[in-house]
């Protein structure tokens, strides 16, 4: 009986753990966390940032890995791209 208590306890905290740190992790990104590459194709879309590149000294989230390789063949004009529809969208 103990033995039951205290695994599903132990299971119970590793998954609080793992969600609270998904959202530490998932709150860095800028652009709210949405796709800095579909930013710069004219949509908003949320991520949980776990592709992510850093330029500079900010972290830019994507939805894909091809979206990442994409942004950054030009990753200074497509910050700016991005940062344009956000800010006015």
């Known amino acids: ?17 793992s969600g ?7 709150a860095l990104g800028e652009f709210g966390n949405n796709c ?22 900010k972290l830019y989230c994507f939805s894909k890995q091809e979206a990442k390789e994409e942004f950054m063949k030009d990753p200074e004009g497509n910050v700016a791209k991005a940062e344009s529809f956000y800010n006015d969208n």
């Open 1 to 17: 009986m103990k033995k039951s208590i205290l695994a599903a306890a132990t299971a119970g905290a590793v998954i609080a753990l």
């Open 20 to 26: 609270s740190a998904a959202l530490a992790a998932g």
């Open 36 to 57: 800095a590459w579909g930013l710069t194709q004219g949509t908003k879309k949320y991520t949980d940032c776990s592709v992510h590149e850093k330029v500079g000294d």
